[in-house]
């Protein structure tokens, strides 16, 4: 009887299970087990790792800005097994900008971390980490097949620019043993090419071994004087495609013909520089958009310059007085005030270039420049128009602070419509800035110094008087912004700035 109950038990459980719902169902099971089903052996299946497996949920790289194409993994904050919640923090992720926290869109467990921490240029839309819901067996979880391993691996201190299509390695040319070879020239090319000649009949004597022009001519003379014959090399046959193979070792260490190389070798890292070689240094996230930014900038915007000098006796005499009544501000915070000001009094400037057209910006949010180890990043003063002396202050501290720890959240440093770069505290009297598209303008600003000028006192006598003057210089786009459009502004922010009581 008992036997016979557990059987009978067993198999109500697994019809439930199978989804067996008639006597045919029953006689399938029958048939291909011959019932050896007891209770241990229905429970077994019951937990079968295959029979619960749960498709789990994937954590996917993100984009955390704009501009982003790749992120690096800086640090997990959940291990494997963890319990997460929505809204918890999973990891901190190196954007091109800062470093952004990533958190959990789910509640589950963190079954497996895919790319561990330090990994670097992990490509949009790759896996990083899987969840499984509560109760689900995270140690069993599985890599779903469909996707790939990460395009980057950890570690690696050279970047890999993974966006670049992969090219085939060039064949180098097979050459005459015993011939030297030689960089030409343009010019001495056609010289060679024209009198059917080679350069190995000659002498380069070029910087780096360069064939010249002038070598090229020496070797005509010589031919003239029957001193050397034509040599026109035969085609050789094109040699069957081969495929790559390991250099031995006396190829590798073999040195090229010419007196020094195009390309000076790489160093072996751990090791003290050999002459002629150089050290390659990987470039951050932040690094590689900045650089690819500014070459946009400069080649695809047309800049236009123009300079101006403000006194700041004023500004000074008032910094001096909020120092005294403990109000600590900065001679930068009058002039993002006034530029914003400005941009209030003329909104034909408070524009950007999207690449069809100019576009009116219904807001005004200044882009600082702040210098961080990782590069330059311009958090963003919203409303600044609207904003107090002593606000502006408290704002720009607070970002610049938090831009160096690299801990700016994605919306403080996208967008804005007029950025300020100021190299004052480095001691630069005046330089001009590269434009940070879709803006149409930035403003360069230069230290304070003193300078002697001839003014006339009240009764008309002339005398020197000193001056405390500012340089800047206002970088545009010309496409929306034209040379007569930034005088008028520049004269207008010169005139707000030397009388602090209009940016009230």
Excluded at 8 to 35: H, I, N, P, Q, S
Excluded at 481 to 496: C, H, P, Q, S, Y
Aim: hydrophobic content about 40%; charged content about 25%.
């Amino acid at each position: 009887m008992a036997a016979s109950w557990r059987r009978g038990c067993d198999l109500r459980m697994l019809r439930y299970l199978l989804g067996f719902g008639g006597g045919r169902g029953l006689e399938l099971v029958k048939g291909a087990t011959g019932w050896p089903f007891g209770r241990g052996a229905s429970w077994r299946c019951f937990h079968s790792t295959q029979w619960l497996r749960v498709d789990p949920i994937k954590i996917l790289m993100p984009s955390l800005s704009p501009t982003m194409e790749e992120g690096n993994i800086v640090k997990w904050l959940k291990r494997e097994g963890e319990a997460v919640s929505a809204g918890d923090a999973l990891c901190e992720i190196e954007t091109d900008k800062a470093v952004v926290t990533l958190d959990a869109s789910e509640d589950g467990i963190l079954a497996k971390i895919v790319v561990e921490e330090g990994s670097k240029n992990i490509r949009l839309g790759s896996l990083i980490g899987l969840l499984v819901e509560e109760g689900g067996d995270w140690k069993h979880v599985e890599i779903p097949k469909d996707v790939g391993p990460p395009p980057a691996a950890s570690g690696s201190s050279v970047p890999q620019l993974s966006r670049e299509p992969q090219i085939s390695a060039p064949v180098r040319k097979e050459h005459t043993p015993g011939t030297l070879q030689f960089r030409l020239s343009p010019a001495a090319r056609n010289i060679l090419e024209k009198h059917a000649l080679d350069a190995s009949q000659g002498t380069a004597t070029g910087p780096r071994g360069v064939f010249t022009k002038e070598d090229a001519l020496k070797l005509v003379q010589l031919k003239q004087m029957g001193k050397v014959t034509e040599s026109r090399p035969a085609a050789a046959p094109p040699a069957p495609p081969a495929p790559p193979t390991t250099p031995l070792p006396s190829q590798a260490t073999a040195r090229p013909a010419y007196p020094r190389p195009m390309i000076p070798p790489v160093s072996t890292p751990g090791q003290p520089n050999a002459a002629g070689t150089f050290t390659e240094i990987p470039a951050s996230n932040i690094r590689r958009v900045i650089a690819k930014r500014l070459t946009e900038s400069k080649s695809t915007v047309p800049h236009s310059y123009a300079t101006a000098d403000c006194d700041l006796g004023v500004v000074l005499k008032v910094r001096q007085k909020l120092v005294k009544d403990d109000i600590k501000v900065s001679v930068n915070d009058f002039i993002i005030k006034a530029a914003a000001v400005t941009l209030k009094q003329m909104p034909s400037v408070n524009v950007s270039w999207d690449g069809e057209g100019p576009k009116q910006l219904p807001f005004i949010d200044i882009s600082v420049a702040v210098a961080t180890d990782k590069g330059l990043i311009t958090p963003i003063i919203k409303d600044a128009a609207a904003k107090g002396i002593q606000e502006i202050a408290d704002s720009v501290k607070a970002l610049s602070k938090k831009a160096r720890d690299g801990k700016l959240l994605p919306e403080e440093y996208q967008g804005g419509s007029f950025s300020i770069s100021n190299l004052g505290m480095f001691g630069i009297d005046e330089f001009t800035a590269v434009i940070n598209p879709p803006q149409a303008c930035i403003l360069a600003v230069g230290r304070f110094r003193p300078v002697l000028k001839l003014t006339q006192d009240e009764e008309g006598n002339d005398k020197l008087q000193q001056r405390q003057l500012i340089t800047v210089t206002m970088s545009s786009d010309g496409r929306v912004v034209d040379d007569a459009l930034a005088t008028r502004f520049l004269e207008t922010f010169k005139a707000n700035l030397e009388n602090p009581i209009l940016l009230a």
